[in-house]
């Protein structure tokens, strides 16, 4: 059966500190047993900056988003693109309801939504908005990300949930083929893993010195202490100076039965 141990933290970015604002960011890791199979489901959001209730939308949103996959597999335990489209609409129609609610406009919940499904055989992703869902090679060392960034025609512009055209616009992937870790990442942490030149690429660095402590991990599950662990250096002024908005991270990996970490492994976190 496959186990999978996972690191996830969220930290409010400086600017926010400044403005006074609270983290905008969400984030959740849900495990569920279906049919006998286990399924992993992951989601982070970013709240927009210039939405009035984004806290709210991002908490929101990643809710309904797992809680969508979480009914789908419950009805028929596995995942489709069509599936996933629906978690992504069942998202949205979860913001407008908390619109409604709240006697406000939709648009005041706007916010990102990236998520994973990841069951036997399966490996679903969808994604609205910038930040990049990030999934080990088959070669080692070697990392890619599932899809390109949504941005607008100008800088700090990009796709929501909100919008009217999200779902149609919406990225959406369905491997047979499970890779072994998967990272997903908000926004503010998006120049600093991602490079354009040469070309655009995964800074792959990163991920190779952030995932041995996440293999080394003898319970599947998240793990509290590498949670605060990764909130802590998140927070550090090596990656403040680098990005002051909200940063989100979870990092997943597959823990195979009866096989050892890797000898290469370090506990250092990089700074890329």
């Not at 059966?1 to 959740?28: F, K, L, N, Q």
């Not at 849900?30 to 049919?35: A, K, L, M, N, Y």
């Not at 998240?222 to 998140?234: F, I, N, P, R, T």
């Not at 680098?242 to 979870?250: F, G, N, V, Y």
Request: net charge negative; aromatic share 6%.
């Amino acid at each position: 059966m496959t186990r999978w141990s996972i690191a996830a933290a969220a930290t409010v970015g400086e600017r926010h500190i400044a403005d006074g604002r609270p983290c905008e960011d969400a984030w959740t890791v849900r495990h569920h047993i279906f049919r006998g199979e286990p399924w992993l489901i992951l989601a982070v959001s970013d709240g927009a900056g210039t939405a009035g209730r984004a806290q709210a939308g991002s908490a929101c949103a990643v809710a309904a988003f797992a809680d969508e996959a979480a009914r789908c597999l419950y009805s028929d335990a596995g995942m489709t693109a069509e599936r996933l489209r629906d978690c992504l609409g069942a998202a949205r129609v979860a913001l407008a309801v908390e619109a409604g609610l709240a006697g406000a406009h939709i648009r005041d919940f706007a916010c990102t939504l990236l998520g994973a499904v990841i069951g036997p055989g399966t490996a679903a992703f969808a994604q609205i908005g910038d930040g990049a869902i990030v999934v080990a090679g088959d070669e080692p060392g070697s990392w890619a990300w599932m899809f390109e960034p949504q941005k607008g025609e100008y800088a700090n512009e990009t796709s929501f949930l909100t919008g009217e055209d999200a779902l149609a616009s919406a990225s959406v992937a369905v491997l047979t083929d499970v890779p072994a870790e998967i990272a997903l990442f908000t926004d503010g942490l998006e120049n600093l893993l991602i490079r354009t030149q040469p070309a655009r690429h995964v800074v792959g660095q990163f991920f190779d010195q952030m995932f041995p402590p996440v293999r080394r991990v003898a319970d599947p599950g998240l793990d509290e202490a590498l949670c605060e662990h990764l909130a802590g250096y998140l927070a550090t002024p090596a990656i403040a100076a680098r990005s002051d908005d909200d940063r989100t991270l979870i990092l997943a990996t597959c823990l195979l039965e009866g096989v050892a970490p890797a000898a290469r492994e370090s506990e250092t976190c990089a700074i890329p």
